[in-house]
Protein backbone atom coordinates (compact mmCIF):
# COMPACT_ATOMS: atom_id res chain seq x y z
CA UNK A 1 0.00 0.00 0.00
CA UNK A 2 1.37 3.67 -0.86
CA UNK A 3 2.27 6.05 1.81
CA UNK A 4 0.71 9.24 1.58
CA UNK A 5 3.29 11.94 2.80
CA UNK A 6 2.71 15.31 4.19
CA UNK A 7 5.68 17.92 2.39
CA UNK A 8 5.95 20.91 4.02
CA UNK A 9 8.29 24.08 4.74
CA UNK A 10 7.07 25.00 8.36
CA UNK A 11 8.44 27.88 10.73
CA UNK A 12 9.65 26.90 13.65
CA UNK A 13 6.27 27.80 15.73
CA UNK A 14 4.63 25.29 13.64
CA UNK A 15 3.07 27.39 10.32
CA UNK A 16 3.33 26.99 7.02
CA UNK A 17 1.51 30.13 5.63
CA UNK A 18 2.18 33.26 7.07
CA UNK A 19 -1.23 35.52 8.38
CA UNK A 20 -1.84 36.40 4.38
CA UNK A 21 -0.79 32.99 3.32
CA UNK A 22 2.83 34.31 3.20
CA UNK A 23 5.66 31.85 2.13
CA UNK A 24 8.56 34.68 1.46
CA UNK A 25 9.77 33.27 5.54
CA UNK A 26 10.95 30.05 3.45
CA UNK A 27 14.36 29.39 2.84
CA UNK A 28 15.01 27.79 -0.35
CA UNK A 29 18.34 28.12 -2.30
CA UNK A 30 20.06 25.59 -3.77
CA UNK A 31 20.69 22.69 -1.07
CA UNK A 32 16.51 22.79 -0.25
CA UNK A 33 16.17 22.18 -4.05
CA UNK A 34 18.14 19.37 -4.37
CA UNK A 35 16.11 18.17 -0.96
CA UNK A 36 12.93 18.74 -2.84
CA UNK A 37 14.12 16.68 -5.97
CA UNK A 38 15.30 13.69 -4.09
CA UNK A 39 11.99 13.62 -2.55
CA UNK A 40 9.81 14.07 -5.87
CA UNK A 41 12.26 11.54 -7.15
CA UNK A 42 10.90 9.29 -4.80
CA UNK A 43 7.32 10.12 -5.38
CA UNK A 44 4.44 7.97 -7.77
CA UNK A 45 2.04 10.99 -7.78
CA UNK A 46 1.28 14.93 -6.26
CA UNK A 47 -2.17 15.95 -4.01
CA UNK A 48 -3.20 19.45 -3.94
CA UNK A 49 -6.23 21.12 -2.52
CA UNK A 50 -7.70 24.11 -4.47
CA UNK A 51 -5.78 26.30 -3.70
CA UNK A 52 -2.10 24.79 -3.78
CA UNK A 53 -3.15 23.20 -7.40
CA UNK A 54 -4.38 26.46 -8.89
CA UNK A 55 -0.79 28.69 -7.84
CA UNK A 56 1.31 25.38 -9.15
CA UNK A 57 -1.11 25.37 -12.34
CA UNK A 58 -0.91 28.62 -13.08
CA UNK A 59 3.34 29.01 -12.62
CA UNK A 60 4.73 25.28 -13.40
CA UNK A 61 3.26 25.28 -17.04
CA UNK A 62 4.60 28.63 -18.05
CA UNK A 63 8.49 27.42 -17.01
CA UNK A 64 8.51 24.72 -19.82
CA UNK A 65 8.05 27.57 -22.38
CA UNK A 66 10.43 29.80 -20.72
CA UNK A 67 13.47 30.39 -22.56
CA UNK A 68 15.35 31.81 -19.14
CA UNK A 69 13.98 28.72 -17.07
CA UNK A 70 17.10 27.53 -14.46
CA UNK A 71 17.99 24.04 -15.82
CA UNK A 72 16.42 23.57 -11.82
CA UNK A 73 13.17 24.79 -12.52
CA UNK A 74 13.04 23.29 -15.92
CA UNK A 75 13.73 19.86 -14.49
CA UNK A 76 11.10 20.12 -11.58
CA UNK A 77 8.25 21.56 -14.28
CA UNK A 78 9.48 18.65 -16.57
CA UNK A 79 8.56 16.41 -13.44
CA UNK A 80 5.31 17.87 -12.30
CA UNK A 81 3.93 18.14 -15.87
CA UNK A 82 4.51 13.93 -16.55
CA UNK A 83 3.41 13.25 -12.68
CA UNK A 84 0.15 12.52 -11.98
CA UNK A 85 -1.85 14.86 -10.14
CA UNK A 86 -4.62 14.34 -7.90
CA UNK A 87 -6.71 18.18 -6.75
CA UNK A 88 -9.07 17.83 -3.87
CA UNK A 89 -11.88 20.31 -4.05
CA UNK A 90 -15.65 20.72 -3.56
CA UNK A 91 -15.56 24.16 -5.49
CA UNK A 92 -13.80 23.20 -9.08
CA UNK A 93 -15.70 22.32 -11.96
CA UNK A 94 -12.69 20.95 -13.83
CA UNK A 95 -8.91 20.49 -13.85
CA UNK A 96 -7.08 20.85 -16.88
CA UNK A 97 -3.75 20.64 -16.07
CA UNK A 98 -2.34 17.74 -18.05
CA UNK A 99 -2.29 14.21 -15.98
CA UNK A 100 -4.30 15.69 -13.33
CA UNK A 101 -8.16 14.07 -12.11
CA UNK A 102 -10.24 15.98 -10.14
CA UNK A 103 -11.94 14.45 -6.62
CA UNK A 104 -14.87 16.46 -5.61
CA UNK A 105 -16.72 14.46 -2.58
CA UNK A 106 -16.14 10.40 -0.92
CA UNK A 107 -12.46 11.88 0.27
CA UNK A 108 -12.02 8.92 2.35
CA UNK A 109 -12.99 6.02 -0.68
CA UNK A 110 -10.93 8.35 -3.36
CA UNK A 111 -7.42 8.65 -0.82
CA UNK A 112 -7.88 4.72 0.36
CA UNK A 113 -8.43 3.72 -3.78
CA UNK A 114 -5.40 5.72 -4.51
CA UNK A 115 -3.53 3.91 -1.74
CA UNK A 116 -4.28 0.79 -3.15
CA UNK A 117 -2.76 1.16 -6.70
CA UNK A 118 0.74 0.30 -7.48
CA UNK A 119 3.31 2.95 -7.67
CA UNK A 120 5.81 5.04 -5.24
CA UNK A 121 4.19 7.26 -2.19
CA UNK A 122 2.04 10.50 -3.00
CA UNK A 123 2.88 13.54 -1.88
CA UNK A 124 0.55 16.09 -0.24
CA UNK A 125 2.28 19.51 -1.54
CA UNK A 126 1.55 22.17 1.09
CA UNK A 127 -2.14 22.48 1.08
CA UNK A 128 -2.54 22.91 4.16
CA UNK A 129 -6.65 21.97 4.31
CA UNK A 130 -6.02 19.19 2.89
CA UNK A 131 -3.71 18.19 5.16
CA UNK A 132 -5.80 19.13 7.96
CA UNK A 133 -9.03 17.23 6.35
CA UNK A 134 -6.96 13.61 5.86
CA UNK A 135 -4.75 14.06 9.08
CA UNK A 136 -8.55 13.92 10.60
CA UNK A 137 -9.46 11.02 8.85
CA UNK A 138 -6.42 9.54 9.75
CA UNK A 139 -5.16 8.92 5.73
CA UNK A 140 -2.01 10.38 6.40
CA UNK A 141 1.37 8.35 7.04
CA UNK A 142 4.15 9.92 7.01
CA UNK A 143 5.05 14.06 7.44
CA UNK A 144 8.27 15.21 6.11
CA UNK A 145 8.85 18.56 7.34
CA UNK A 146 11.73 21.08 6.33
CA UNK A 147 11.52 23.16 9.46
CA UNK A 148 12.88 26.57 8.89
CA UNK A 149 14.66 29.20 11.61
CA UNK A 150 11.81 31.87 11.94
CA UNK A 151 9.13 32.31 14.09
CA UNK A 152 5.83 33.58 12.55
CA UNK A 153 3.98 34.39 15.81
CA UNK A 154 0.47 33.53 13.83
CA UNK A 155 -0.39 32.22 10.25
CA UNK A 156 -1.56 28.91 9.06
CA UNK A 157 -0.97 25.57 11.09
CA UNK A 158 0.18 22.43 9.69
CA UNK A 159 -1.82 20.84 12.40
CA UNK A 160 -5.16 22.07 12.96
CA UNK A 161 -5.69 22.16 16.82
CA UNK A 162 -8.82 19.95 16.30
CA UNK A 163 -6.78 17.00 15.54
CA UNK A 164 -6.25 15.33 18.69
CA UNK A 165 -3.11 13.51 19.76
CA UNK A 166 -1.33 11.82 16.92
CA UNK A 167 1.89 9.79 18.11
CA UNK A 168 4.88 9.83 15.30
CA UNK A 169 8.41 8.17 14.83
CA UNK A 170 10.84 9.91 13.72
CA UNK A 171 12.20 7.93 10.45
CA UNK A 172 15.27 10.60 9.64
CA UNK A 173 16.42 14.46 10.19
CA UNK A 174 19.02 16.03 8.15
CA UNK A 175 20.06 19.40 8.84
CA UNK A 176 21.27 22.14 6.36
CA UNK A 177 23.89 24.87 5.90
CA UNK A 178 21.46 27.15 5.59
CA UNK A 179 19.29 26.47 9.26
CA UNK A 180 16.75 24.69 8.08
CA UNK A 181 16.17 21.35 9.49
CA UNK A 182 14.55 18.61 7.44
CA UNK A 183 12.45 15.57 9.79
CA UNK A 184 10.52 12.91 8.14
CA UNK A 185 7.78 11.32 10.66
CA UNK A 186 5.99 8.15 10.23
CA UNK A 187 2.30 8.21 12.16
CA UNK A 188 2.34 5.33 14.81
CA UNK A 189 -0.84 3.63 14.73
Known sequence: MRNIVSFTHVSLDGYIGGPNGEM???VYNDEMVKNARELCDQ?????????????????WPTVL???NAAPMDLHHARWVEDIPKVVFSTTMDSADWKNT???????????MK???????????FGSPRL????????????????????????????????????KLNLLKSHPFECGVVSLRYEVVR
Open 114 to 124: LKQQPGDELLI
Open 43 to 59: AGGALYGRTTYEMMAGY
Open 131 to 166: THSLAKLGLIDQYHMNLNPVVLGKGMPLFDPNIGTT
Open 101 to 111: TLVKDHLTEAV
Open 65 to 67: TDP
Open 24 to 26: DWI
